[in-house]
């Protein structure tokens, strides 16, 4: 059996290679190739010539008598100008350049993509290519077939951007090449339904091919004004395209990813703390000046953008970092120096201090010490004191220790106690500060923080719980709703009294939940608040499925149950809320299994329960709970990778709070009405009233953060014997953005040739040893062919010297052969043979003797020549190595030296 089924598998095969061999003669399905047997064997030979370098075959092939085609092509289908651009041969691209009807075709593509600078220059200046054809009308100059290397949408400098090559982009952008920009996702204009009905994943591709030429460093750097703000702008777009067009995400990322690198980039080719202020104090588009800016103050807008894009690197990078801890700690020379100790009681004087300091700022606000107040590490510090104080008075007021009120419980409606009002004043103050940052940053702005919320959800609450005190205490002084004093369980249902006290234990939770706010200023409990705000994102996500599974649950057990609700018995499933609350406790192990028993109830219906609760658990419990676990450790990793720069960004949001000016003081002392405040608002009912009057409504009505005073940071001090001094106004954003820009060229061009060398490089390196091959060849034809002639000449002069040396009697008969002439003016040594010598005829045994040693020196200077023409073509072809040293000299050929030694013998 096995040597049957052996040898029908060998039949098989034999059969195989049968029908093999037969459709071998028929027609292929799929010509993927050119055959090669077809082709014409002149133009083989030229397109093989062309491939390695022999200029001198492709010459004579394309001035022949016979001449071939230019644009012949071989197996692959490419052109002998674009097998020469590939291997980067100058000299033949503009030999075939020359040609009458050449067609460049991809070749422009791949001097493109090998970033051979002087090729593509003389492509594009070829007649053949037109000033749109760089562009989007690229497609048109492909006459045949769609080439098999790059899709229709690849343009020259949509190629030239995609490889990052510079000055390759920047030649095609001075001949007037464009790359258009896509229009928006919703567009629904004329053109893009017409793309999108012929071909939407073609119409997808151009897309993305042209965002990825729009997002390269090389063209967002010689085409935007501002390179860092294209950079931020474009990577949010790319994100958001991300978001909706899911099909291309990963690609959209990559990108987005590549515009926040590249702005990265940027920021590290600064090299002062100058240009760094210059790059993160540019005023953004669309902002106008404040008019009479202090010199002294900074806005750093181009900061707040960075954080409003989420450029999470940007911000993070060490020359951000290092200017914001400069303006952080301004005023404070020596506190990051200080150990731990003396820092903690230096926060205890300050904040103990805070009641004085306050009353003298309100008297004195531009005093040295109102500017210690205005530093924004004071502010946070004081700020953080204010939050501290009023959460002890929440401990104070959610506990008996200090309530002196006889019978509090008893009470409906109560007056407010000291500690109340304590509380009550507090509140007002953060109201008060919200309502001033919401006024400052704008509802857009102040919603895109989920902090804010926070505060909003946690002083709503407050006030909800202030205003149902005050309606319980109008109710009861009414004497409509009972007596004052009454046992709590006879209470009412809604009595306000009750609700606000409900409301006031969520409200103390939101409190304590937001000093979590403050652990972002700590390098150590920072990385912990960003990793459990991320958990809570991935436990809404889960609480959604949870939800869904919980239902189906419960809403199957409660139609198991609700029948029996009329026997007597209490059970936790006979209505549906009593099923969801039994579920969810159920889930940590507080439900018994004997609850789901009945007393008169079926077999049957406990044991459909007893299996739909085992269920429950294996999907609540081993399901989803594991996969919780697995989504809230993958976040915390996710953060834990990215640690530092999570945490910088984080940081730096919330320093940034406390950079502009205003809410200098913390609550509840800003609700003081200052002189300064009074100043502000006579000047500004002054500024509207000449608004209305000069009808100029140029100006802003709303004051921005944008316009916030931040104060320069000081360096003096001597680094590397240059005096560091007060950052000067005189250095431009555009010249620094230029320095920028060319030192980030320099270092990527730097870092191309230090990648080392590749498979390219090699094959380039062949190619021209190939090319030399075929030169030093064609050199040494043409010098043999001097050689024999010269070698001919020669043996005619010496024929004729012997004819007039011999006696005229032995002369044989004929003519008497011709004399050849020699180069004019004689030499050393020179003797003119071309006539007889003046001192007589030599003997016959003298003769014999001369052409015997006439012979002999011929045969030493023809084997001289042979030794030198075969070490010429060695040192050819052995990549530059010179002959040994222990090989005899080989003489130069040369007319002279023949000449001067013949004549000397004779």
Not at 154 to 168: D, G, K, T, V
Request: aromatic share 10%; net charge neutral.
């Amino acid at each position: 059996m096995v040597g049957q089924a052996l040898n029908s598998g060998v039949g098989k095969r034999k059969s195989f290679y049968t029908s093999g061999r037969q459709c071998h003669h028929g027609p292929i399905p799929l010509e993927t190739i050119k055959q090669g047997h077809t082709m014409d064997p002149q133009e083989r030979l030229f397109l093989e010539a062309v491939e390695k370098g022999d200029k001198p075959t492709v010459m004579r092939c394309l001035a022949g008598p016979n001449p071939v085609s230019v644009n012949c092509t071989d197996m692959l289908g490419r052109s002998a100008i674009q097998i020469a651009v590939d291997n980067e041969n100058t000299e033949l691209v503009e030999l075939l350049l020359g040609q009458d009807g050449v067609e460049i075709g991809d070749a422009l593509l791949y001097a493109i993509r090998e970033g051979v600078y002087k090729i593509v220059e003389m492509l594009i200046e070829h007649p053949s290519i037109t000033r749109e054809m760089l562009g989007a009308d690229w497609s048109k100059v492909r006459h045949h077939e769609e080439s098999f290397d790059y899709s229709p949408d690849i343009s020259p400098i949509i190629l030239a951007a995609h490889c990052n090559q510079f000055e390759i982009l920047q030649l095609l952008l001075l001949h007037g090449a464009n790359i258009e920009r896509p229009h928006q996702l919703s567009c629904s204009c004329r053109r893009c339904q017409a793309q999108v009905h012929a071909d939407s994943l073609r119409h997808s591709l151009l897309r993305i091919n042209t965002y990825r030429a729009l997002a390269s460093p090389a063209w967002i750097s010689l085409t935007s004004p501002d390179p860092i703000l294209s950079a931020f702008q474009l990577s949010w777009e790319l994100e958001h395209l991300a978001l909706r067009e899911n099909e291309f995400k990963d690609s959209y990322l990559q990108l987005s990813n590549q515009c926040k690198k590249y702005a990265c980039d940027l920021l590290e080719q600064c090299r002062s703390s100058e240009e760094v202020i210059a790059v993160l104090n540019k005023v953004n588009d669309g902002e106008e000046e404040e008019e009479e800016v202090d010199a002294d103050k900074l806005t750093l807008s181009r900061l707040k953008l960075a954080l409003k894009y989420e450029q999470k690197q940007f911000v993070a990078h060490p020359h951000c970092q290092q200017l914001l801890t400069s303006i952080w700690y301004e005023g404070l020379p020596g506190w990051r120096k200080g150990n731990g100790v003396m820092k903690f009681l230096t926060c205890i004087g300050l904040i103990l201090l805070l009641p004085f300091m306050a009353v003298y700022y309100l008297v004195f606000p531009r005093s040295k010490i109102g500017q210690l107040l205005r530093s924004p590490f004071m502010k946070f510090l004081y700020h953080s004191a204010s939050f501290g104080v009023f959460l002890f008075l929440l401990i104070c007021a959610s506990t008996d220790i200090v309530d002196v009120s006889p019978q509090r419980e008893r009470l409906r409606g109560p007056k407010p106690s000291e500690l109340e009002w304590l509380i009550v004043l507090w509140v007002t103050g953060f109201v008060w500060a919200e309502c001033k940052q919401l006024w400052e940053e704008g509802i857009r702005a102040y919603v895109r923080q989920w902090w804010n919320w926070l505060d909003f959800m946690m002083l709503s609450l407050y006030l909800a719980t202030f205003a149902l005190r005050v309606v319980a205490f109008f109710q009861v002084e009414s004497g409509a709703y009972g007596p004052r004093k009454m046992v709590r369980k006879d209470w009412p249902t809604n009595d306000p009294t009750l609700i606000s006290e409900g409301l006031f234990a969520i409200a103390n939770v939101f409190s304590f939940a937001r000093i979590i706010y403050l652990f972002q200023a700590n390098q150590h409990l920072g990385p912990l608040q960003i990793s459990l705000g991320c958990m809570l994102i991935d436990v809404a996500k889960f609480l959604f499925i949870f939800f869904l599974v919980l239902t189906s649950f419960a809403c199957g057990l409660n139609q198991l149950y609700w029948y029996y609700k009329d026997t007597g018995d209490d059970n936790v499933f006979f209505t549906l809320f009593a099923s969801y609350i039994t579920l969810f406790w159920a889930m940590f192990s507080l439900m018994p299994p004997s609850s789901i028993q009945i007393n008169d109830g079926q077999e049957f219906t406990q044991m459909v329960a007893e299996l739909l609760f085992i269920a429950y658990h294996g999907m609540a419990i081993i399901l989803l709970l594991n996969m919780l676990i697995a989504m809230m450790s993958n976040s915390f990793q996710d953060i834990e990778n990215h640690a530092d720069m999570e945490w910088k960004f984080s940081r730096s949001k919330l320093w940034m709070g406390y950079f502009d000016e205003g809410s200098t003081l913390p609550s509840p002392f800003n609700l003081i009405i200052s002189p300064k405040s009074v100043f502000y608002l006579l000047k500004a009912t002054c500024s509207k009233c000449r608004k209305l009057f000069c009808h100029n409504n140029n100006d802003s009505e709303n004051r921005k953060a944008s316009e916030g005073t931040i104060r320069r940071p000081t360096y003096t001090g001597e680094v590397a014997g240059t005096r560091v001094d007060a950052v000067s106004d005189s250095m431009q954003y555009q010249e620094v953005m230029r320095r920028l820009i060319c030192r980030y060229i320099h270092q990527t061009k730097k870092q191309l040739r230090q990648d080392g060398v590749n498979e390219d490089d090699l094959l380039e390196i062949k190619q021209d040893i190939s090319s030399l091959r075929y030169e030093l060849r064609e050199d040494r034809k043409r010098e043999a062919i001097r050689t024999s002639r010269h070698i001919d000449v020669l043996r005619q002069d010496i024929h004729h010297t012997f004819y007039h040396l011999t006696p005229p009697c032995e002369r044989p008969p004929g003519p008497s052969p011709p004399s050849y002439p020699y180069p004019p003016g004689p030499g050393p040594g020179h003797v003119d043979v071309g006539s007889p010598p003046s001192t007589g005829l030599l003997s016959r045994s003298e003769l014999q003797q001369l052409r015997k040693e006439l012979i002999n020196e011929l045969r030493e200077e023809v084997r001289a020549v042979s030794r030198q023409a075969m070490a010429s073509c060695l040192y050819g072809s052995t990549n530059g190595v010179a002959p040994r040293a222990r090989d005899p000299p080989v003489p130069q050929l040369s007319s002279e030296l023949y000449h001067t030694r013949l004549y000397t013998q004779l």
